[in-house]
């Protein structure tokens, strides 16, 4: 009982000596949905001797807000405090004017195990949505949450959710010692930051693996960018491109087991596929031009990628196997850095009108393409994995932040670092690392 | 045309060089190197008058001690936006650091290409080589052999001026000469 409460004081103090040494991204909502679903949230019932570090009912009720697709209803309404089934009384919940209702319970079952319950109703309907039982070691309380609020969410909206995720920044911090810039993962929500790497020259271009346990990037080392692919939880990594000129632009096949990359070594940008099995490189490009940012298609096919064929980029759509290649992108004075939503029916890119770059969806089928930022200097988008967000690098007062924004441009938050600017951000696949129990 | 007076110019160093004594010329006393400079001075002349690019007599001077085996003064050249074209003014640049190239074949030099933050960042990583490579492909024309010469790119990864504006974005646009 007693180590347990040291435990407990050693992780608290451990929590804020981490929030103030090392940079944590806040997320601010700048734009919501006109109307979101009245939720009510009830504080979980807590059994055991160990109160858990995470509160899981609360970083619920901030996923959801921070979505801009649902309004809490405020503590202050709530006529009652049910945990189990047992103890809903709809009226009450009417009366509040929630439509959905969410309630659980946590129980220490030993040392480090906690057994979460949480079910959901339609409040007018009177009808559960949905019941999950977890049991966890501490660390995967905030897992639990996020995966909580992904089920209200697909449940409330109809669409998944993508809070269980992860994603990946540069920072770039000024210091006595000169500029130093970090490679991080963090939580969807800017917590459990981690550096995975350290460098004093520039990071760009991280790519998740498709399962999400390595990230592919672009480091500068002894004076030449450099690819890389690295264990996201083991830090191990492997050297993949070091030939002369340029090694850029990492993207990850479908299956994980090749990568899309562009090498400078014959003479000019090229793109290049390489086995990782065999290391065997084969080019797709082959002209005077550059030919860069390659992208697959989500069943493996085709790889998108920027090309200044035409005098300034624009986005062009090769088969992997064949030759053939069709240009996507019309609109603008160019377009770059294209990707794909996981449907593989639209693109995400940045488009620039005037000298001025902004955040662009394009979908395939009839090729209509939708702006949906209006900053001047946004960069590297990426769709999360549901295909509903867009994370990508934009700046405010001068300074690197993050933003993310619907792909309907409805909803939009900016994620921010205290000090340091932030930059080059991917959006993680779905954290496979928990399974449901229903 | 260009080529034509590429060639020329190529012709005045091989000249110079020649006059120099190849690379002894390293090796002489400072006043010597100068005495056998004055007589390439006028063909130096010749050659810029041909490109049409000097503005006055800074130029010429850096190109009397270019040619001399002294390091030229100027680093960088400078590009518009996504373009690797080579100006006058920057043309002048790369002719003086060929001559002192062609003065001085013990030297080696590494040219960094870089791009403002304007577009994106692995396309300017390429845009940046671009600039680096039309850099080295002048000195090559200017007849200095390609393998003293190494082009790397940075992208808009290092810049010099951190404003947001066309004044730091025009500064950013350069190839540097890192000797």
Known sequence: MFKHLINYLLFVSVGIWSTSVHAVL????????????????????????????????????????????????????FLSTPHRNSEVIFKDWRIAKAEALAIGTIRQRSANQFEVTFRLYDVFREQQLAGIRYSVSADKLRAVAHQIS????EKLTGEPGAFNTRIAYVTKEDGPTGITYKLQVADSDGYNAVTILKSQDSILSPAWSPDGSKIAYVAFEERNSKVFVQGVAD???????????????????????RLALTLSKDGNPEIYVLDLDTKRLKRLTK?????????????????????????????????????????????????ARA??????????????????????????????????????????????????????????????????????????????????????????????????KE | ??????????????????????????QEPLVDEQSTSSSGSSSAETGTADSGSMTGESINEQMQMAMAGERPTKLRVHFEFDSSAIDSESRAVIEAHAAYLAARPDVRLNLEGHADERGTREYNLALGERRGQAVRRMLRLLGINSERLAARSYGEENPVATGHDESAWRLNRRVEFVY
């Open chain 1, 235 to 257: 830090r191990s990594r492997e050297l993949i491109a070091n030939f002369p000129g340029i090694n850029g632009a990492p993207a990850w096949s479908p299956d994980g087991r």
């Open chain 2, 1 to 26: 045309m260009k080529n034509f007076s590429y060639i020329v110019l190529a012709l005045i160093f091989a000249v110079g060089v020649a006059a120099c004594g190849g690379g002894a010329a390293v």
């Open chain 1, 26 to 77: 806040t997320i601010e909502i700048t734009q919501g949905a006109d109307v979101g679903i009245p939720v009510a949230i009830v504080p979980f019932s807590v059994e055991g001797q160990v109160k858990p570090v995470h509160d899981v009912p609360a970083i619920v009720a901030s996923d959801l807000a921070r979505s801009g697709r649902f309004s809490l209803i405020p503590k202050q309404d």
């Open chain 1, 287 to 335: 002209n005077r031009v550059i030919d860069t940012e390659p992208a697959w298609s989500p069943d493996g096919r085709d790889i998108i990628f920027t090309s200044d064929r035409a005098g300034k980029p624009q986005i062009y759509r090769m088969k992997v196997g064949g030759r053939s290649i069709e240009r996507l992108t019309f609109e603008g004075d160019s377009n």
């Open chain 1, 339 to 436: 990707s794909y939503s996981a449907d593989g029916e639209m693109i995400t890119l940045v488009t620039a009108f005037q000298g001025k770059y902004h955040i662009g969806v394009l979908r395939l089928k009839d090729k209509v393409l939708q702006v949906l930022s209006d900053t001047p200097l946004d960069e590297s988008p990426s769709f999360a994995p549901n295909g509903r967000m867009i994370l990508y690098a934009t700046a405010v007062g001068g300074r690197g932040v993050l933003a993310s924004v619907s792909s309907d441009g409805r909803v939009r938050q900016l994620y921010k670092l205290e000090e340091g600017d932030v930059r080059e951000p991917a959006w993680s696949p779905y954290n496979r690392e928990l399974a449901l």
């Open chain 1, 150 to 153: 992904d089920v209200i969410h």
